[in-house]
């Protein structure tokens, strides 16, 4: 498995326009990456997600973002331990899929659509995809904005 073979999968789902209320962004992700052929667990939501599934955690402005990678906003809000979460990650409230070209693929109050990564924080790699042999440039996004 690819991070290109989870970007195509999103944009290729035919689930833009599927409205928030019907699929919310965690399981936008988890739909996209069972349709691209990861076998995932079903999350409790981004906060598990932001835990459990992704590794190589990054500052948006610290990363090279590869189509694939997942995309959180994530804040130092206690959020987290309202959710039983008592570390130092802080809290994921929102994820999504980066397409590598300064784009996501989300479901938001709009409905499942392709937007801009500006408002993401943070951003990380899936266990167990294939992102090639690129290693992050600290201090270089690859996103335009």
């Known amino acids: 498995m690819t991070g290109v073979q989870i970007a195509d999968a999103a944009i290729n789902s035919g689930l833009i326009g599927t409205p928030y209320s019907k699929l919310d962004c965690q399981a936008l992700v988890e739909a996209v990456l069972k349709k691209a052929g990861l076998h995932i667990i079903n999350y409790r939501g ?55 070209d300064g784009t996501v693929f989300e479901s ?3 409905g499942v659509q392709i937007s801009s990564i500006r408002r993401f924080t943070h951003v990380a790699r899936i266990i167990d995809v ?15 904005e």
Not at 56 to 85: C, H, N, T, W
Not at 130 to 144: T, W
Request: contains cysteine; charged residues 25%; aromatic residues 6%.
């Open 46 to 100: 981004s906060n598990h997600m932001w835990r459990e599934l992704v590794y190589d955690r990054q500052s948006k402005e610290d990363a090279v973002i590869l189509p694939g990678m997942l995309a959180f906003i994530v804040r130092d809000d206690g959020g987290e331990q309202k959710r039983g979460y008592h570390d130092d990650m802080k809290n994921a409230t929102h994820v999504a899929i980066a397409l590598g």
């Open 130 to 144: 294939d992102y090639g042999n690129v290693v992050p440039e600290i201090g270089r996004a690859s996103c335009r």
């Open 108 to 110: 938001t109050t709009g």
